[in-house]
C-alpha cells in the first residue's frame, strides 16, 4: 500500500514538472517570434525615416472602361409554319440543335394531297381532250358556214363551246398548280443556318397555317445585350467601341461598337438594355444564349504618363503625389487624365521615371524623411 502510495505521488509529480516544461517552451517560442519579427520589421525611428515602398512612373496606352456581362441574342430569328392544313408526319428538329440552310426539319402527311393531285392531273387531261376535240369542231364548222352548208348559229355555239373548254382547262390546271404547291410545301426546311431555339409541335399534331412550329435563331446575325445601370448610361452612346470576350472557348475577343440603346428601361431593374452587333464569321462558335464579357471603351491614349494608382491621393477636386527624391518625400500636385483600375494618366505634374511612394500615404507630408525598405527599390 505504501508503495502504492509512493508510486503515485511520483506520477503526479512528473505530471506537474512536464506541464510547467510545456509552459516554458511555449513562452520561449512565443518570445522568439516576436524578436524575429522585430528584427525583420523595418526600422521606424524618426531618424532612420518613415518606411515607404515605391514604384516608377512609366508611359504607355490607357483606357477608361465599364465592363459588364452581356447575353448573345440572334437578330433575326425565322419561324418555320405550316402553309397547308396537315398532320405532321415527322418532327426532326430537337431545341438546342445546330441546322445547316436546306435541312428539312418538319415532314407533314402527304397522302390525301397525293391523292387529291393524281385527280387533278386526270381532270387537266381531260379538259385538255376536250378543247382539242372542239378546236377539231370549230374548224370543221368554220368551213362548213363559209360554204353556206350551217347556218352561222351553229357556227357560233361551237365557238362558244370552245371557249367554254378552254376556260375549264385553265381553271383545272390553277388547281393541279395548287396542289403540286402543297405538295412541295408537305417539307419544311430551314433557310438559314441557325439553331432551333423553340419546338411547338410533334408528330401526330395538327399543323395549321400561321402558327409557327420551330424556331430558328440565324447564327449569322446575332448581337450582345447588356443591361446598364442608370449610372452608367450616360457614359455610352451610340458609337461606343467594345470588346467583346468569352471567359472560355476558342472565340478571340471582338472589338464592335454600340449599335442600338432601348429607348425604355426596365422599370424593375432600373437598367435599359444596349445592342452590340457580332461579325457573321463568329456563328459557327457562338450560340444564342451564351454570355460574354462586355467591356465599353469610354477613353483610350496609346501613350500616356501612368502613375500607379496606390500612389494618387484624391484632396477634393484635387490630386496629388508623393516624389520621393534624396530621401525626402516631396508633395506634388498632378492633373488627372484618364483613369482606370491599375493607373492614373498624369497630364501634367510628373514625368516618366519619376519614383513615387505607394504606401503609407496618409503619414507623409511635404518634407519628410523616407526609408525604402524593399531591397531593389531605387530613389
Same mark, same amino acid.
Do not use: C
Given at each position: 500500500?505504501?508503495?502504492?502510495?509512493?508510486?503515485?505521488?511520483?506520477?503526479?509529480?512528473?505530471?506537474?514538472?512536464?506541464?510547467?516544461?510545456?509552459?516554458?517552451?511555449?513562452?520561449?517560442?512565443?518570445?522568439?517570434?516576436?524578436?524575429?519579427?522585430?528584427?525583420?520589421?523595418?526600422?521606424?525611428?524618426?531618424?532612420?525615416?518613415?518606411?515607404?515602398?515605391?514604384?516608377?512612373?512609366?508611359?504607355? +496606352?490607357?483606357?477608361?472602361?465599364?465592363?459588364?456581362?452581356?447575353?448573345?441574342?440572334?437578330?433575326?430569328?425565322?419561324?418555320?409554319?405550316?402553309?397547308?392544313?396537315?398532320?405532321?408526319?415527322?418532327?426532326?428538329?430537337?431545341?438546342?440543335?445546330?441546322? @445547316?440552310?436546306?435541312?428539312?426539319?418538319?415532314?407533314?402527311?402527304?397522302?390525301?394531297?397525293?391523292?387529291?393531285?393524281?385527280?387533278?392531273?386526270?381532270? $387537266?387531261?381531260?379538259?385538255?381532250?376536250?378543247?382539242?376535240?372542239?378546236?377539231?369542231?370549230?374548224?370543221?364548222?368554220?368551213?362548213?358556214?363559209?360554204?353556206?352548208?350551217?347556218?352561222?348559229?351553229?357556227?357560233? !355555239?361551237?365557238?362558244?363551246?370552245?371557249?367554254?373548254?378552254?376556260?375549264?382547262?385553265? $381553271?383545272?390546271?390553277?388547281?393541279?398548280?395548287?396542289?403540286?404547291?402543297?405538295?412541295?410545301?408537305?417539307?419544311?426546311?430551314?433557310? *438559314? !443556318?441557325?439553331?432551333?431555339?423553340?419546338?411547338?409541335?410533334?408528330?401526330?399534331?395538327?399543323? $395549321?397555317?400561321?402558327?409557327?412550329? $420551330?424556331?430558328?435563331?440565324?447564327?449569322?446575325?446575332?448581337?450582345?445585350?447588356?443591361?446598364?445601370?442608370?449610372?452608367?448610361? +450616360?457614359?455610352?452612346?451610340?458609337?461606343?467601341?467594345?470588346?467583346?470576350?468569352?471567359?472560355?472557348?476558342?472565340?478571340? +475577343?471582338?472589338?464592335?461598337?454600340?449599335?442600338?440603346?432601348?429607348?425604355?428601361?426596365?422599370?424593375?431593374? @432600373?437598367?435599359?438594355?444596349?445592342?452590340?452587333?457580332?461579325?457573321?464569321?463568329?456563328?459557327?462558335?457562338?450560340?444564342?444564349?451564351?454570355?460574354?464579357?462586355?467591356?465599353?471603351?469610354?477613353?483610350?491614349?496609346?501613350?500616356?504618363?501612368?502613375?500607379?494608382?496606390?500612389?494618387?491621393?484624391?484632396?477634393?477636386?484635387?490630386?496629388?503625389?508623393?516624389? *520621393?527624391?534624396?530621401?525626402?518625400?516631396?508633395?506634388?500636385?498632378?492633373?488627372?487624365?484618364?483613369?482606370?483600375?491599375?493607373?492614373?494618366?498624369?497630364?501634367?505634374?510628373?514625368?516618366?521615371?519619376?519614383? *513615387?511612394?505607394?504606401?503609407?500615404?496618409?503619414?507623409?507630408?511635404?518634407?519628410?524623411?523616407?526609408?525604402?525598405?524593399?531591397?531593389?527599390?531605387?530613389?
Amino acid at each position: 500500500m505504501e508503495i502504492k502510495l509512493k508510486l503515485t505521488g511520483l506520477l503526479r509529480k512528473g505530471v506537474t514538472f512536464l506541464l510547467i516544461g510545456l509552459v516554458i517552451y511555449a513562452g520561449g517560442r512565443l518570445t522568439y517570434n516576436r524578436v524575429t519579427a522585430l528584427r525583420s520589421s523595418p526600422p521606424v525611428t524618426e531618424a532612420a525615416g518613415l518606411p515607404v515602398k515605391t514604384a516608377r512612373v512609366t508611359s504607355g +496606352p490607357i483606357q477608361e472602361t465599364l465592363t459588364y456581362v452581356g447575353t448573345v441574342r440572334s437578330d433575326h430569328e425565322v419561324f418555320l409554319a405550316a402553309r397547308i392544313t396537315a398532320t405532321i408526319l415527322r418532327q426532326e428538329a430537337r431545341e438546342g440543335d445546330f441546322v @445547316r440552310a436546306g435541312t428539312p426539319l418538319v415532314i407533314l402527311d402527304d397522302k390525301e394531297l397525293v391523292a387529291s393531285t393524281n385527280t387533278l392531273k386526270q381532270k $387537266v387531261a381531260n379538259a385538255q381532250e376536250n378543247v382539242t376535240y372542239w378546236q377539231k369542231e370549230v374548224a370543221r364548222n368554220k368551213s362548213l358556214y363559209e360554204q353556206g352548208a350551217i347556218p352561222a348559229k351553229q357556227y357560233e !355555239d361551237t365557238r362558244y363551246a370552245l371557249e367554254q373548254a378552254e376556260g375549264n382547262l385553265k $381553271v383545272a390546271e390553277a388547281m393541279l398548280e395548287e396542289s403540286l404547291t402543297n405538295l412541295r410545301n408537305v417539307t419544311l426546311s430551314t433557310p *438559314v !443556318d441557325g439553331v432551333v431555339t423553340d419546338v411547338a409541335a410533334y408528330a401526330g399534331d395538327l399543323a $395549321v397555317p400561321g402558327k409557327p412550329l $420551330v424556331t430558328i435563331a440565324d447564327v449569322k446575325r446575332l448581337k450582345v445585350e447588356v443591361k446598364l445601370v442608370e449610372g452608367d448610361l +450616360p457614359k455610352v452612346q451610340v458609337g461606343t467601341k467594345v470588346m467583346l470576350q468569352m471567359r472560355t472557348g476558342s472565340v478571340k +475577343p471582338i472589338i464592335s461598337q454600340i449599335s442600338k440603346i432601348h429607348p425604355a428601361a426596365d422599370p424593375v431593374s @432600373r437598367t435599359t438594355v444596349v445592342e452590340i452587333p457580332l461579325p457573321g464569321e463568329v456563328g459557327k462558335d457562338l450560340r444564342p444564349g451564351n454570355s460574354m464579357d462586355a467591356i465599353f471603351i469610354l477613353k483610350e491614349k496609346k501613350d500616356a504618363i501612368l502613375v500607379p494608382r496606390q500612389a494618387v491621393i484624391e484632396d477634393g477636386d484635387k490630386t496629388y503625389i508623393f516624389v *520621393v527624391a534624396d530621401g525626402k518625400a516631396q508633395r506634388r500636385e498632378i492633373k488627372k487624365g484618364i483613369v482606370n483600375n491599375d493607373y492614373v494618366e498624369a497630364l501634367g505634374g510628373v514625368g516618366k521615371n519619376t519614383v *513615387v511612394a505607394i504606401t503609407n500615404l496618409t503619414e507623409l507630408y511635404d518634407g519628410r524623411t523616407v526609408y525604402l525598405y524593399d531591397r531593389g527599390q531605387e530613389q
